[in-house]
């Protein structure tokens, strides 16, 4: 019943979701609503629901171009129920900007398949990236996934190897000449946040802790099967879908090495998750094990938003 509701592309579909985000988002704020007393928090919620919504559709602008899904809404319901798993996204305006950027930077490199305009795409994926890392420094360890899509289509042009450095060298200059307008050096905004931090005991509850749990149980599930599923997709998909599945094992990097640490930045991996998971209802055509992917995914993101808030 559930994989029928989403299993085609209409206008009702999408807003079925977005009505599902935002009756969600309401939820959440509503814990807050007392303090909610001015028009400029009013609008900056409000922004942070718009890019939410934004994120949806080019998530699913992503799967859909490149052929990573078929004509269904499961790619952005998976990413809306991801989002359940951490309450504390929905008004996290920094994050979901950076996650935008990187999602920006993914389109461009997965467009690189079609050979065109190659150059202005690896530059703009790695301006992206470097915009986003300008936010969250070790973001730009996404940056691999540049030089892994250069590999992939035009490794034999030695200009596109410099392109990521020519954009480095730009987002540089721009973020001097930001900082000469604040009172703060590049040390302390910067490269003070670049540093290694590996434990996990920023938990604040033990439903934190069940909630990354079971995040890391249902993207190794989702992975264990892209890993053993991709070949049997189309050749002309093969990259596509490595540079997916390396897109989520840099976010998982970033997420372990980042000092201050939170399932917030799961957000990251949540995409390629998207992704994965649409992957694995294709890889399980049988309409009940497909319903008992999404059923499980649907209680699991249930149980982890109602609990932390």
């Not at 993914?106 to 470097?130: G, H």
């Not at 996990?200 to 509850?205: A, C, G, H, S």
Request: net charge positive; hydrophobic share 60%.
């Amino acid at each position: 019943m559930i994989t029928s509701v989403f299993k085609k592309s209409t206008p009702l579909n999408y807003s079925l979701v977005v009505i599902l985000m935002l009756f969600f988002f309401l939820l959440y704020q509503f814990q807050e609503w007392k303090v909610v007393n001015s028009l400029f928090l009013m609008i900056q919620k409000g922004l942070v629901f718009l890019l939410l919504i934004a994120t949806l559709f080019i998530v699913n602008f992503v799967s859909k171009k490149n052929g990573l899904s078929k004509d269904s809404t499961y790619v952005v319901f998976f990413f809306f129920l991801f989002l359940l798993f951490v309450p504390s996204l929905l008004d996290d305006f920094k994050l979901i900007v950076i996650n935008l950027l990187l999602l920006l930077a993914l389109r461009r490199l997965l467009s690189l398949q079609s050979l065109k305009a190659s150059k202005e795409k690896i530059f703009d994926a790695s301006l992206w990236i470097l915009v986003a890392s300008i936010l969250q420094p070790w973001c730009i360890l996404f940056l691999v996934l540049v030089f892994i899509s250069i590999l992939f289509h035009v490794s034999n042009d030695y200009r596109n190897w410099f392109l990521p450095l020519i954009a480095l060298v730009v987002v540089t200059i721009g973020f001097l000449v930001f900082l000469t307008f604040e009172t703060t050096t590049f040390q302390e905004f910067w490269l003070d946040q670049l540093y290694v931090e590996l434990s996990l005991d920023y938990f604040t509850n033990n439903y934190q802790n069940w909630a990354f749990a079971l995040w890391v149980t249902i993207a190794l599930f989702f992975l264990i099967i892209m890993i053993f599923s991709y070949k049997s997709k189309p050749q002309l998909l093969h990259s596509s879908y490595k540079k997916v599945m390396a897109f989520f094992l840099i976010a998982l990097t970033v997420f372990l090495l980042s000092p201050n640490k939170s399932n917030s930045l799961l957000l990251f991996s949540f995409a390629p998750m998207a992704i994965m998971a649409n992957n694995a209802l294709e890889v399980y055509p049988q309409k009940i094990k497909q319903e008992l992917i999404l059923g499980v995914l649907i209680l699991c993101s249930l149980f982890t938003f109602f609990s932390q808030l």
